[in-house]
């Protein structure tokens, strides 16, 4: 955990502290190693050959791949086409982990076919990607289909990093008073969340909690909170959600990890019940680049598009908690690093 004292200078803040927590420095780049280590380690322990997965912006399929070589496991890894398309540096990360990548929608399922029937070119999406990886593990012997958010065992896993915070704001004495994460299915803001949020329930320390999200995917903004899919396809069981829906439509952005229908059930219980808050920025992602700009020129760190969005949702906090003027301490997250995101800054903020 660091704080963040050049971008608070440059921000001009006099009553509000902001720390950030990393997690772009595992080895392949965000939190998402976290829970691919456990994953691959117990389907190793149970006997299977090879690990099927989706991924979005290719974080978590990349994170799988690593895993996975460790464990001695194969990969395949079905990524959404709209992503896939852009980032080839990464998808030559995941090859040369030894995975096999296919874009969705993909020639290797029933469900993909189908959708490639009616548009060639198909965008794919989170949901769908899923329902591929379903359907492949579910027909292919020895193979187990790995999930990288959302359940419940992915946020477990990942909660230690709001368990490493925890320790480090004890060892400099000081308390957070807000927690921001960006969310599309929920496991990074999750991982940071669900330690403090425990201890917040049991009375033992105050704290409020936003997730940051797009417009074309508000799941905790503008979603019901129902029973719904995971994916489109409908293989998963029913689970109780602030859903948009599985089979709406999204378009993609360039955060496009944040491009899922539902939030993950332990966070959108605590939405439920006023503990966690969200917030969406705009499509055109121009906000959330321009924040990223920020930090980079301020701290050094080059981060991840979807993480860009809790660097915007952090700056607006703290600039509007100057103006109430109230003493206070900021942590985000920092779910990534952007080294293989170069594109997206060059397109959005037009260098
Ligand atoms: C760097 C990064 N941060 C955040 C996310 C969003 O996922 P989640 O909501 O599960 O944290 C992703 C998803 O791909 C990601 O790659």
Redesign the pocket.
Known sequence: MYRALKLEQHLKLKKTRIYYKR??LSPT????TNTALAQAYFAAKEGKKTLVTE??????GTALSHAARLMGLDCIVFWVRSVYNWKHDRRTLMNLLGATVHASPSKQTAFGRKLLKTDANHHGSLGIAVSEGLEYADTHEDSVYSL???LNH?LIH?SIIGLETIKQFKLIGDNPDLIV???????????IALPFAGEVLKKKRKCEFLASQSDVAPNLVKGKYEYDFGDVAEHTPLLKMYTLGHKTSMHPIK????R?HA??PLISALRHHGIVKAKAYPADEKAVFEAARTFLQCEGWL?????SYAVRATIDEALKNEKAGEEKAILMNI???GFLDIPAYREKLRM
């Open positions: 997690e772009d780049g965000s939190h998402k991924t979005g912006a290719g974080q978590w990288g958010s959302v992915v990942q994460g960006c969310l599309g299915g929920g496991s990074n803001f999750g991982g955060a496009d990890g944040l899922y939030a993950a981060i991840a598009p979807e993480s779910s990534g690093h």
